[in-house]
């Protein structure tokens, strides 16, 4: 069974900068990417990637701040989230994607998560 686990989630001030890393057990496609949930809220798509070549894609409400790559292997992505604000807070989710398109209804496959906290 395939497995993707997150971590680099902790707690910062606001303006500060976390990177969060998923690994997956083994190659899971060509795309993978990232959610978040906030307490009492839908999760939503942040950024998802095109691990053959690296093209990204982004919610508009991180671009410009966030930035999502991928590893040597195709088995790794990374979530590098500058100037973090208090509403970035909440449980962020890697996954393995069908496509491009980061939304729930393209998701192969979930992680655990990892609890971002952003204070102000």
């Known amino acids: 069974q395939v497995q993707l686990v997150e971590?680099?989630?902790g707690t910062v001030q606001a303006g500060g900068s976390l990177r969060?890393?998923?690994t997956a057990s083994e190659i899971t496609g060509n795309y993978m990417g990232w959610f978040r949930q906030a307490?009492?809220?839908e999760r939503e798509g942040v950024a998802s990637i095109y691990t053959r070549v690296g093209s990204a894609n982004y919610?508009?409400?991180?671009?410009?701040?966030?930035?999502i790559s991928r590893g040597a292997a195709q088995t790794t992505i990374y979530l590098q989230m500058n100037d973090l604000k208090p509403e970035d807070t909440g449980t962020y989710y890697c996954a393995a994607l069908h496509g491009i398109a980061v939304i729930s209804t393209n998701v192969k496959y979930w992680g655990q998560g990892t609890q971002v906290t952003v204070s102000s």
């Open 7 to 9: 971590s680099g989630g």
């Open 39 to 41: 307490p009492g809220k």
């Open 20 to 22: 969060l890393t998923c």
């Open 59 to 67: 919610a508009d409400a991180v671009r410009g701040r966030f930035t």
